[in-house]
């Protein structure tokens, strides 16, 4: 058996769903996208803006021969989702669901390289897990984890597009793997689906407009894009839940993506009231433990919005009591979706005392279409 077989062996035993090799050239086609995306300020900024460094495996590791990309799949469903709007709950996408990945993934990287270490001296390695999406789905590309599909994912035939990617850069010589055939054809359920038409083209992703990043990101956000989020707390599935390819893949066996310290349909009350001993508790195992509460409650206020049920107006108003102001101000957004009148004189007196221009122009804001309401 070659040193590659054993290692993709191994790698099976630890419970690496996909594994595949590829070499170390560079990857000119997606440095070029990636500076075409960037000059149309269309990439995400959560991206490694060093582009070279990226697109070159030699640049991370100067003696690399080969790349192993691994897959594991998160891919579960919960058994009837509840009815959102009468129990006043949303959704985190199926990738927030468990334990955070990049520990999973790392751990499982961690165990491969302990492997190579006991067949080979001189080892020496990189290891990578979500060090930036096109990167990553380049070398899952080429080394025939998947294709890359319309909706900028890499679908791999048996687990669809719910896989985590990561791998090693290594100095080894191992056998290459080579990719597969785009399998999208003449499909564009992703491009159609898309709320809020982030997916321009296909293949093309303007980030600042996908609800994966507006969700994660910081900061105020717009209003028709609160309207597209429905009810996503966290993330966006829609373009992997309408993709063909993803209706008959199988489960995946890690019971770590299955929730575990949250719920997938979580209660908005208790997320818009959250506290930083609930956060450190609840968030802190999962992949939403970067970001702080308080785009949590800022999303919990806007979907509560969405759901337009009177019930929620006692924990919107809560909500403008919130130290935050981002809190106060999507709280008040949310009481204006909701449409309910008799909720003016709460506003008129939160008003009087708040500080805060922007939370001042979005109260005002609610108080004149509610008044034109009366
Ligand atoms: Fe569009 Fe959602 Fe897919 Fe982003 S994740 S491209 S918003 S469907
Ligand atoms: Fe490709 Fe269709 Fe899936 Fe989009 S929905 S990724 S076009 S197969």
Known sequence: MTLTEELKEYAKSIGIDK???????PFLEAREFLMNMKERDYLSKFINNDIDLITNPKQVLPTAQSVIVCAISYYHEIESPPSFKEELRGKFSKFAWGRDYHQVLGEKL???IGFLRTRTDNL???KFVDTGPTVDRALARRAGIGWQGKNCSIINPDYGSWIFIGGIITNLELEFDAPIEDQCSGC???IEACPTGALVDEYTLKSNKCLGYITLSKGYIEKEDRRKMGTRIWGCDTCQDVCPHNQKVKFGNHS???PQTLEAYPQLSSLLALTNKDYEEKFKPTPMNWRGKRPIQR???????NLKNPKA???LLKGLDDPKPIVRAHSAWALGEIGEPSVIGDLKKRLAKEREEEVIVEIEGVIDKL???C
């Open 299 to 305: 999303n919990a206020a806007i979907v509560l919005g």
């Open 188 to 190: 564009r359920k992703c």
């Open 124 to 126: 020496e390695v990189k």
């Open 256 to 258: 770590d993506f299955l």
């Open 371 to 373: 008044s034109d309401l």
């Open 19 to 25: 594994i595949r090799i590829t070499g170390v050239e």
């Open 110 to 112: 961690e165990q491969l």
């Open 313 to 315: 107006i006692p924990h």
